[in-house]
C-alpha cells in the first residue's frame, strides 16, 4: 500500500515510500524533482526538544543546531547530566559533562504549571 503527498512546490502527487525519494531525504512533502531542482541541503533543521524535571509538569525547550552531529552530542550530555537512564539516582555521581561549548537557536519554550491544579 502506498502513501501518496502532494508536493510543497509543484503540487505534484508522489508516493512517500518511493525508493528514490527515502534515498534523497528532504521534507516529506518534497518530491524528488523539487529536491533536486533546490539543490543545497535537502535535509530539515535538527531540532531537539528537552524537558526540565521541575513540577508535574515539566518545561520543555525546542532547540535548532547546526548539524547533526551537534544535536547528537547535545542529545548525549543532557542524557548523561539529567540521569535520562538511571531513574532516581539522577546527577549523582561523578560521570557529568560539561554543559559549555555546544552552539544551538533556542526555538521554542513552553513553560509547565507550579502546582498540581494548574493554577500560576
Given at each position: 500500500?502506498?502513501?501518496?503527498?502532494?508536493c510543497r512546490?509543484?503540487?505534484?502527487?508522489?508516493?512517500?515510500?518511493?525508493?528514490?525519494?527515502?534515498?534523497?531525504?528532504?521534507?516529506?512533502?518534497?518530491?524528488?524533482?523539487?529536491?533536486d531542482e533546490?539543490?543545497?541541503?535537502?535535509?530539515?533543521?535538527?531540532?531537539?526538544?528537552?524537558?526540565?524535571?521541575?513540577g508535574k509538569?515539566?518545561?520543555?525547550?525546542?532547540?535548532?543546531?547546526?548539524?547533526?552531529?551537534?544535536?547528537?552530542?547535545?542529545?548525549?550530555?543532557?542524557?548523561?547530566?539529567?540521569?535520562?537512564?538511571?531513574?532516581?539516582?539522577?546527577?549523582?555521581?561523578?560521570?557529568?559533562?560539561?554543559?559549555?561549548?555546544?552552539?544551538?537557536?533556542?526555538?521554542?519554550?513552553?513553560?509547565?504549571?507550579?502546582?498540581?491544579?494548574?493554577?500560576?
Open positions: 500500500m502506498s502513501r501518496e503527498r502532494i512546490h509543484c503540487g505534484y502527487l508522489f508516493d512517500i515510500d518511493d525508493p528514490k525519494k527515502m534515498k534523497a531525504g528532504g521534507y516529506i512533502d518534497e518530491c524528488v524533482d523539487c529536491l533546490r539543490g543545497g541541503d535537502t535535509s530539515p533543521p535538527k531540532y531537539l526538544g528537552v524537558a526540565a524535571g521541575n509538569m515539566s518545561d520543555v525547550t525546542i532547540l535548532e543546531f547546526d548539524s547533526e552531529a551537534s544535536r547528537s552530542a547535545y542529545h548525549q550530555m543532557w542524557q548523561q547530566n539529567t540521569g535520562f537512564f538511571k531513574g532516581k539516582s539522577c546527577q549523582l555521581g561523578r560521570g557529568l559533562t560539561s554543559t559549555s561549548g555546544y552552539s544551538f537557536k533556542q526555538k521554542g519554550e513552553f513553560r509547565g504549571n507550579d502546582n498540581h491544579k494548574g493554577k500560576a
